[in-house]
């Protein structure tokens, strides 16, 4: 067996006693954990089904390693004095063929994402739901209790001395003080001042940016100088290429100083576009997690069909152009909004 890399006669004196056992650790139940003792498989196996169960119900515990462990999970469930989370987790095998949790994770995360996240034909998500709800609402098991109380029977397994592990009343003690502890250092923190609100008005306008502009008009008054060059002596076929490029550019850059994208109470104006009502406004799609890449409108035609519209980051303006977008559509109550949206979502993953 792999040499202990904890103390745990120093780890159960720590002053934080909520982390210990549980979850204290983690980093060998990942890396580690075939090479564990019996004892210790029992600790972390149990910790990792509170935690991740705790974290996102028992169809995330179904698409982490430790499901690979189901059936040892629930026997360590048992061992450790926990029959009812142990009974929980029986239930959620019956989601499965024949009650068998397959023991490959890419197995069971296919069967997450292409049927549970999905229809979900067989309901499996409406039991797993049931049974994550009991779990939640379940009173009278304190992990951490259960965890101390295990090292503490099995001393030999975690290499040190019975007394050395505290008692439930040293435990609540211990407990009771560091949350005193951190609820005077949070007090002693200085407020920080709450930052105003960003008022959204009416009508919010941007344009692009000047960079873009002096580059386009830049290469197009270049163009228009080489090609003179050019006609004059070695190649007037290229130059003549080179100065309609140059008489294309420089209108171009002109135009787009005078680009404005503008939303108001009536849609979305865009030079030499047609108007976006608020009404047309079916969905939205991000181009990066923070907006910073823009952002894709979906439309619906008055003739029917639909478009997508792209807005671009980087335009000048006053307020970033999604969130006015997302202020407007709330506003003035588009049939897409971020609310409707999210929970289309939530309709899609059935957990409506």
Not at 113 to 132: C, E, Q, S
Not at 178 to 191: F, G, H, N, V, Y
Request: glycine share 8%.
């Amino acid at each position: 067996m792999r040499k202990r890399s904890y103390d745990y006669t120093a780890l159960l004196a720590a002053p934080e006693p909520w982390v210990i056992p549980l979850g204290v650790i983690e980093d060998l139940d990942v890396l580690y954990f075939d090479e564990l003792g019996e004892a210790e498989r029992v600790l972390c196996l149990v910790d990792a089904y509170v935690r991740e169960v705790n974290h996102g119900g028992h169809e995330y515990w179904f698409g982490t390693m430790y499901a690979d462990y189901a059936e040892e999970t629930a026997a360590a469930l048992e061992a450790i004095g926990a029959p009812p989370y142990a009974a929980y987790l029986r239930r959620a095998f019956a989601v499965w063929p024949d009650g068998q949790v397959p023991e490959d994770i890419d197995e069971r995360e296919d069967v997450i994402t292409d049927k549970w996240l999905a229809d979900d034909p067989d309901g499996a998500m409406k039991v797993l739901n049931a049974i994550d709800h009991e779990f939640y609402e379940h009173e009278g098991l304190d992990e951490a209790e259960l965890g101390y109380e295990w090292i503490r029977s099995n001393p030999e397994a975690f290499g040190i001395a019975p007394e050395d592990v505290p008692t439930a009343e040293e435990l609540k003690a211990r407990i009771d003080a560091a949350q005193t502890k951190s609820r005077a250092e949070l007090d002693a923190e200085p407020e920080k001042p709450e930052e105003p609100e960003v008022e959204i008005p009416e009508t919010v306008t941007w344009r692009l940016p000047p960079r873009g502009l002096w580059i386009t008009g830049g290469l197009g008054a270049l163009c228009l100088l080489l090609s003179w060059w050019m006609l004059g002596r070695i190649a007037p076929l290229f130059g003549g290429l080179v100065f309609a490029a140059g008489l294309a550019l420089i209108p171009t850059a002109l135009l787009r100083t005078r680009w404005r994208l503008v939303m108001d109470p009536k849609g979305i104006h865009e030079t030499r576009r047609p108007t976006i009502p608020w009404s047309h406004v079916t969905g939205c799609r991000m181009l990066s997690l923070v907006g910073l890449q823009g952002f894709e409108i979906e439309v619906t035609n008055p003739t029917g069909g639909s478009r997508v519209a792209w807005i671009s980051r980087g335009l000048i303006g006053p307020v970033p152009p999604f969130h006015v977008f997302l202020t407007m559509v709330e506003r003035h109550d588009a049939p897409w909004s971020p609310m409707s949206g999210l929970q289309s979502v939530r309709n899609s993953l059935g957990d409506s």
